[in-house]
């Protein structure tokens, strides 16, 4: 029995009254009868046989669509299109004349024989050294003098938001630079001539490049010089507090930090990493400390050179506080100290690991140290390191694993 059905003998039953009367009614009829003569129930039964079939609806199909011609569709169009009929249908490759220039792409389907800006080329290498994809379709870099969307370094990291790559051309850019926020940069080369190379010069008028506290920024095949600091740390380039730096394929040269720390680098608590990096011909005079750098954070080199820098004390490296590790490195020939630690001088709380890197041709003033001078670090030689060759001594201090001479 139906739930409608039900509902409408409940309430038949509903009117009778009483129990009694109820039960009279069941007792003088059959039950099916006495169902059958409730209100409602001839209907319900007349319902139940004159539901309406489900059959085939009436009257024509619609018509199937009849495509348009190929050469209808493909009328002024290229590539793959959709006719009338919504059928994707092939009106040939898009070709241009002449061949779109690098960066560019043959437009289709609606507008064939046109070169536009192809996105998916954006950043890539195109044309000469340091130029890539820009996103009008250029093939420029991102920095040059002219030609390019920025005409200089400080301008195109204030313009781009943080976590860009910001590509340089070969040629001498201006010093002075701060980096505020998570960015690469990269150049063509890390030579001395801006024929070929990208040079951040800042031609002795105070610091080349400023790593700001808390960002991370990475460095690549470039010249860090120029750089000349009166009453500050860090000639060439400073990172401040809890800032990461990453410099590949660079060289930190002709920088000056005169009576103060890091003629070339200084890491002040931040974290440090050079990979096929050189640290040359920088200078901490007058006192000064770290020619090529100074270090009070986490310092890591790998296949690094540390020659020809000078400073009153540690000439290649000044370490006090933090960690550094030096792998497959060269510190010298010709890092000169004018009083003590040539090549290396590690201040107390310092731990220096050499692993497989040379220590050689370095000397220091009376107090010596000319190829490592510890004065109450941790130093530690491993796989093959080695300090050799430097005057007035090799090592002063304790030196852990190896041998000094």
């Known amino acids: 029995m139906d739930t409608s059905r039900f509902d409408r003998i409940a309430r038949s039953l509903g ?32 319902g139940k046989g004159h ?11 619609k018509k199937p669509c009849v495509a348009e011609a190929k050469a209808t569709t493909c009328a002024g169009k290229c590539a793959t299109v959709t006719n009338n009929c919504g059928t994707p249908v092939d009106c040939g490759a898009c070709t241009c004349t002449p061949a779109c220039a690098a960066c560019q792409i043959c437009q289709g389907p609606t507008t064939p024989g046109t070169c536009v800006p192809d996105p998916d080329q954006v950043g890539d290498g195109c044309g000469a050294p340091g130029q890539v994809c820009q996103s009008d379709g250029a093939c420029a870099c991102d920095v040059c003098r002219s030609g390019c969307p920025f005409g200089s370094v400080q301008e195109a990291i204030d ?64 010249r860090i010089t120029g750089g000349l600091t009166g009453d500050d740390n860090g000639g060439g380039v400073r990172t401040a507090a809890n800032a990461s730096l990453t410099m590949t394929n660079c060289t930190v040269s002709g920088n ?14 931040g974290t440090l990493t050079m990979t096929n990096c050189l640290i040359s011909g920088n200078t901490a005079s007058s006192g000064g400390v770290g020619g090529g750098i100074a270090n009070i954070g986490t310092l890591t080199m790998t296949t690094c050179t540390v020659a020809n820098n000078r400073a009153d004390t540690g000439a290649g490296i000044f370490t006090s506080g933090g960690a550094v590790t030096l792998n497959n490195c060269d510190i010298g020939r010709g890092n000169v100290a004018r009083v003590q630690g040539g090549g290396i001088l590690v201040f107390a709380g310092t731990e220096v690991t050499l692993d497989a890197t040379r220590v050689t041709g370095n ?43």
């Open 15 to 46: 009117t009778l009254g009483s129990r009694r009367g109820v039960l009279s009614l069941l007792g003088a009829l059959p039950l099916v009868g006495a169902l059958a003569s409730l209100p409602g129930a001839d209907e319900a039964a007349a």
């Open 159 to 222: 313009a781009l938001p943080a976590g860009s790559t910001i590509h340089l051309c070969a040629g001498a850019n201006i010093g002075g630079v701060t980096i505020a926020k998570n960015l690469t940069l990269i150049g063509v080369g890390d030579g001395d001539n801006p024929a070929s190379n990208s040079l951040i010069d800042a031609h002795q008028t105070g610091r080349a490049l400023f790593i700001d506290s808390g960002v991370t920024v990475a460095l690549e095949k470039m």
């Open 256 to 269: 000056e930090a005169p009576g103060n720390s890091g003629g070339g680098v200084f890491n002040d608590s």
């Open 363 to 405: 000397s220091a003033g009376p107090d010596g140290g000319g190829g490592i001078n510890n004065l109450g670090g941790t130093v530690t030689l491993q796989n093959g390191s080695t300090v050799s060759g430097n005057t007035p001594d090799n090592c002063f201090g304790t030196i852990s694993g190896g041998s000094c001479g």
């Open 51 to 61: 539901k309406k079939k489900k059959g085939h609806k009436h009257g024509k199909g």
